[in-house]
């Protein structure tokens, strides 16, 4: 590997290149390129470029995939979240059994602060410090006012969609008052947790605790957490004419666009982040020598999509604050 690929992951028709990062001394031949932890420092950027309550994109730039890998699975797996953990199964007469109810049940987001509550342990009794309580009561029954002849099931029957919004928040101790300004409730309302028919009736109580992603997946704060490396697009040799809009057909919209330089229409790359790195550029004999599809090694695009339980910008701060304790507990044991 040249050292000035060293920072770049090749992508060719055939394969990848240039995949394993060179992050020690005496990497290149006649070259030193050692480990500094001033550089990293100075090199090391998070740059927002899209919020919302539930999403953020964000570019963390400056280091290791090893480094991006274990945000990603930090956002995944140990930030706490509340979730329901336990359900008592009083009366169930529906098709779906206890057991893939209460499976589906616990899928519900519930929109709870985790730092209010402490952990319960199986031995521990629930309390009002460690778990919120939910009841659920559903009966179906036929609709006296429909037509004889209705065949939509909202209209025939009344109670035939259990959603989300029927899980209602029963209080203990003092959370009435603790959490007046913001009931325990779930996220999402429109949830279709199952379907009933006249005569089948749902009645259960959740208690939902504190728990993290590697234990279960509905404690998985997050929706999705992903990242890619920045593409960068190299055109080696002017694009011009009708190869020009061939070549920026081969890229996905907004990536390249046709300039006009001195009456000629060339070819120029605007937005490599845009790109998704099909190759389809590589498949034209034309383009043969003319452009260099490469992505940045330590220049990470990342996408996080919160459940709703916790703000997304918040979700990345407590992932690196848990990243942080695992190199103090790590630089501890070595000392």
């Not at 390129?33 to 994109?57: F, G, Q, R």
């Not at 519930?110 to 509550?117: C, G, R, V």
């Not at 234990?215 to 990242?227: I, L």
Request: contains cysteine.
């Amino acid at each position: 590997m040249a050292l000035e690929d060293r920072n770049r992951v090749v992508i060719l028709e055939d394969r990848v290149e240039n995949i394993s990062g060179a992050e020690f001394p005496l990497s290149f031949d006649k070259h030193e390129v050692s480990y500094s932890l001033e550089e990293l420092k100075n090199a090391l950027d998070i740059k927002i470029v899209h919020l919302t309550p539930t999403e953020i994109e964000f570019d963390l730039i400056g280091v290791d995939a090893s480094i991006a890998n274990a945000l990603r699975r930090i956002l995944l797996a140990e930030i706490p979240t509340m979730a329901i953990e336990t359900v008592y199964m009083i009366n169930n007469t529906g098709i779906v059994q206890d057991e893939v109810l209460a499976h589906r049940l616990g899928l519900v987001p519930i929109l709870a602060n985790p730092e209010d509550f402490n952990w319960k342990r199986s031995e521990d009794p629930p309390t009002d410090q460690n778990t919120v309580v939910f009841k659920l009561f559903v009966e179906c029954f036929k609709n006296q006012n429909a037509a004889a002849d209705e065949t939509d099931p909202n209209k025939k029957y009344i109670g035939s969609s259990v959603y989300s919004s029927q899980l209602v928040w029963d209080p203990k101790g003092d959370q009435a008052t603790r959490f007046a300004d913001a009931p325990v409730r779930p996220i999402h309302d429109d949830i279709l947790i199952t379907k009933l028919r006249p005569g089948q009736v749902i009645n259960c109580e959740m208690h939902c605790q504190k728990g993290v992603g590697k234990d279960h997946a509905k404690f998985s704060p997050v929706a999705t957490a992903s990242y890619r490396l920045l593409p960068d697009i190299q055109i080696l040799q002017d694009i011009t004419g009708d190869d020009a809009e061939l070549f920026r057909s081969c890229f996905p919209p907004g990536v390249v666009e046709i300039v006009n330089e001195g009456g000629v229409r060339k070819a120029k790359v605007v937005n490599a982040r845009k790109d998704t790195v099909s190759r389809e550029v590589l498949r034209h004999k034309e383009f043969e020598g003319k452009v260099r599809l490469t992505r940045v090694r330590d220049h990470f695009i990342f996408n996080v999509e919160s459940t709703g339980a916790i703000r997304p910008e918040v979700l990345v701060s407590k992932a690196l604050d848990v990243l942080i304790e695992k190199c103090d507990i790590s630089k501890a044991a070595l000392a």
